[in-house]
């Protein structure tokens, strides 16, 4: 959940660096986001308020706000270069081409092996498939030829 924050206030900090217009506030929201908002800045949860808590005193001193970051988190290097250097205007064809090439470098690419095993069961199941179907044809084809 820290983790999650944390994220989420480096990805303010980067659009307010490139200057990107506030997003609509209501996009994606729900109760837990407004609630978790809410404790990000100090105010008592819903159900603690005053006369919600069944009678029970609870100070603001006593509740504990959660940590901005947490120890052993890592930023990385593609948020490092992001925050260096910000996002350049581009048309849309030329973004569409970079997010392709994005995700070529994270696809997990099968080594020699792999492959050999996949197109051995593939041919495994065409050589079955057609044996099936050859099978059923010599079966049916004299019904078929004294019908019509």
Not at 123 to 136: E, Q
Request: net charge negative.
């Amino acid at each position: 959940m820290a983790r999650d924050r944390q994220r989420a206030k480096q990805r303010r900090a980067q659009r307010r660096r490139s200057g990107a217009g506030a997003p609509d506030p209501l996009d994606h929201a729900s109760a837990d986001v407004d609630e978790a908002r809410l404790a990000e800045a100090g105010a008592l949860p819903p159900e603690l308020e005053e006369g919600d808590d069944g009678g029970a005193e609870i100070y603001e001193d006593e509740l504990e706000r959660a940590p901005d970051a947490v120890e052993g988190d890592a930023i990385s290097r593609r948020d490092v270069e992001h925050a260096e250097h910000p996002p350049r205007k581009r048309g849309r064809v030329l973004t569409f081409l970079g997010h392709c090439v994005d995700e070529l470098r994270r696809v997990q690419w099968p080594n020699r092996r792999q492959v050999g095993q996949a197109t051995a069961v593939v041919l495994g199941f065409v050589v079955i498939a057609g044996g099936y179907l050859g099978l059923l044809d010599q079966l049916w084809q004299p019904l078929i030829e004294a019908i019509l």
